[in-house]
């Protein structure tokens, strides 16, 4: 089992949303996030004064997954996420020790297979 953090641009939720779909990865949980990487700093003018803009907004994906989808994610993320420039984002691909579905009590595989 693996947990999968993707850091992307907020406008291309949607589309990864719509690969992750198209891919059979359900359940996920999304966070808005901000941070920084490789951007260059934007300098703006707010109310007649210039601001340095450190922090970019980003969207924040955890999807755990069983081994076999752990692929299949991450392609998704990849190729809907990608716009070529720098701030396309991060994934991340992280052991997962345990998993428990509170409502059941399953654990493991069965707690992040998708409930039929």
Request: hydrophobic share 40%; aromatic share 4%; charged share 30%.
């Given at each position: 089992?693996?947990?999968i953090?993707?850091i ?11 690969a ?7 359940g996920l949980t ?5 941070g920084?990487?490789?951007e260059t700093?934007?300098?703006e003018?707010?109310r007649?004064?210039t ?7 980003k969207i924040?994906?955890?999807?755990g997954?069983s081994?076999h989808?752990v ?7 990849l190729?809907a996420?990608?716009t ?5 984002g991060?994934i991340?691909v992280?052991?997962v020790?345990?998993v428990y579905r509170i409502r059941?009590?399953e654990r493991?595989?069965?707690a ?5």
């Open positions: 089992m693996k947990l953090v993707a992307i641009r907020p406008e291309k939720l949607n589309d990864v949303l719509e992750l779909f198209r891919a059979e990865v359900r999304i966070s808005a996030a901000q920084h990487g490789g700093e934007q300098v003018t707010y007649g004064m601001v340095k803009m450190e922090l970019s907004p924040r994906l955890d999807i997954v081994d989808f692929e299949p994610t991450v392609r998704a993320i190729s996420a990608r070529g420039e720098v701030g396309d991060k991340f992280l052991p020790e345990r059941t009590g493991d595989e069965a992040v297979t998708p409930v039929a």
